[in-house]
T-cell receptor
Framework: GAVVSQHPSRVICKSGTSVKIECRSL??????MFWYRQFPKQSLMLMAT?????????EQGVEKDKFLINHASLTLSTLTVTSAHPEDSSFYIC????????????FGSGTRLTVV | LAKTTQPISMDSYEGQEVNITCSHN???????ITWYQQFPSQGPRFIIQ???TKVTNEVASLFIPADRKSSTLSLPRVSLSDTAVYYC???????????????FGQGTELSVKP
């Protein structure tokens, strides 16, 4: 089945630094990937839509200059949290849909970001 | 985008059948109904997807009435390992559309007890 790999699974960084999270589709090409954020005991919140070869589309209220998204190839999208602060600590999840088959979106295993 | 409404939580016992109903009154013609399962600190996992009537796979069944304004996920003979949050999502995720957004609702927290 379709597999989306996310790396790293867990990261701790100091306040003010930047962190990059990678999302790869392993056995399919994805022109579109999605980035979500999830706080404890809450649902997933869509942050942005990542489009291969073009700018990402951000949801209302999500700072595009803080959450930089790059979708440079059909199998890789990256999310960079710039100048991270403790309130950015969250569970970040990416997803993509294999366009050549039915079955819904495939999600990565998530990245637990802790900013200290 | 169609909004979904599910019960916040449900309790069950091992071996029972669990039915979780989701309301999506403003579902669009091109929308599919997809259910996901999420364990703590993991990404959601696809369970089942349908457009109309009934769909069954090795883990669940999905019942969709003719008006498609609701759907019911049926989990047969649940076990302790089925304790998780279950999300019902509605969106244009058909094969022809690779860009349809999926917006998560609150989900249903299922607790299976021994």
């Amino acid at each position: 089945g379709a597999v989306v790999s996310q790396h790293p699974s867990r990261v701790i960084c100091k306040s003010g630094t930047s962190v990059k999270i990678e999302c790869r589709s392993l056995d399919f090409q994805a022109t579109t990937m999605f980035w979500y954020r999830q706080f404890p005991k809450q649902s997933l919140m869509l942050m942005a839509t990542s489009n291969e070869g073009s700018k990402a589309t951000y949801e209302q209220g999500v700072e595009k200059d803080k959450f930089l998204i790059n979708h440079a190839s059909l199998t890789l999208s990256t999310l960079t949290v710039t100048s991270a602060h403790p309130e950015d600590s969250s569970f970040y999840i990416c997803s993509a849909i294999p366009g050549d088959r039915d079955g819904g979106y495939t999600f990565g295993s998530g990245t637990r970001l802790t900013v200290v | 985008l169609a909004k979904t409404t599910q019960p916040i939580s449900m309790d069950s016992y091992e071996g029972q059948e669990v039915n979780i109903t989701c309301s999506h009154n403003n579902i669009a013609t091109n929308d599919y109904i997809t259910w996901y399962q999420q364990f703590p600190s993991q990404g959601p996992r696809f369970i089942i997807q349908g457009y109309k009537t009934k769909v069954t796979n090795e883990v669940a069944s999905l019942f969709i009435p003719a008006d498609r304004k609701s759907s019911t996920l049926s989990l047969p003979r649940v076990s302790l390992s089925d304790t998780a949050v279950y999300y019902c999502l509605v969106g244009d995720t058909g094969r022809a559309n690779q860009g349809g957004k999926l917006i998560f609702g609150q989900g249903t927290e299922l607790s299976v007890k021994p």
